[in-house]
Each structure stands twice: as C-alpha cells, then as structure tokens.
C-alpha cells in the first residue's frame, strides 16, 4: 500500500458557490488549501491554522462544518494517498490574497473536472458538495 498523508482541507465558497482552490509554490495542480497537522494540534485547529497561513483568512474553528475523512491519491507527491479531514467553512468569502506557500488561488464549480485539479477535490469534495 502506499503511503499516506494526513492532513486537513477547506472548502471555501464565494456568493456564487465556487470554491476556491490554491496552487502551491512549484506545483501544477490545485486542491483545497490546507495542509498537515502539527503534532498533538486537531483537525480543526490546523484548518484554522492553514487558511491563515496560506490565505490570510481568519475562521473560528467551532464553525466549521465537518464533512469527514476522505482518501484519494496525493496531487503533488506521486506514489501518495492523502487522507485528508474535510471542513466546509459556512459564509462566502472574497478572493483572499495567496501567502507562504500558495502562489495562485482561483474560483471553481463544484462540476469542474480539469485534469489539473487534484484528485481529492474532483472525486470525493465536489461530488459530495454537489449531493448536498
């Protein structure tokens, strides 16, 4: 089996319902931002965490909306699974400003199936967002 990578993921939406996706530093896929747990923090704090990093947000970890665990192969590290804690932020944001490691963001729909985006947003996110 292949080795996986847990970590924590955002959905983020505008009034229109697309979902922002990042793109990191030297990479060529897009996926939710997040990123990997420090030790002993949860899963929500290091959502929290993460989407201040990386896009200047700040979220209350007690509104998050938790919508489970979910495995799919890695975007960026090949010969990886990621098993990633997904959280459904409540309110439309706006465009936030890309830091630390994201380069780019951009609004996608819950239908997009571009080869560049990242196997856990195209199969099991988007799917489930679109069920709701």
């Known amino acids: 089996m292949e ?3 847990v970590v924590s993921a ?3 939406r505008d ?3 697309r979902v922002l996706l990042v793109r990191k530093h030297g990479t060529t896929m897009w996926m939710n931002p997040g990123g990997k747990p420090e030790p002993g923090e949860s899963a ?3 959502a929290v965490r993460e989407v201040r ?3 200047g947000l700040e979220l209350d970890a007690a509104r998050l909306i938790d919508l489970g665990e979910h495995l799919a192969r890695a975007a960026n590290e090949s010969g990886h699974l990621v098993l990633a804690r997904v959280f ?7 465009t936030p400003m890309p830091a630390a490691e994201i380069e780019e963001v951009r609004w996608v729909a819950t239908t997009a199936r571009d080869a560049d985006l990242a196997p ?3 199969g099991q996110i988007a ?4 069920r709701s």
């Open 88 to 94: 459904q932020w409540p309110d439309p944001v706006a």
């Open 15 to 17: 009034k229109a319902g």
């Open 127 to 130: 799917p489930q967002l679109s």
């Open 3 to 5: 080795p996986v990578i």
């Open 120 to 122: 856990l947003f195209t």
């Open 10 to 12: 955002v959905v983020l």
């Open 53 to 55: 990093e990386e896009l």
């Open 44 to 46: 929500e704090d290091c």
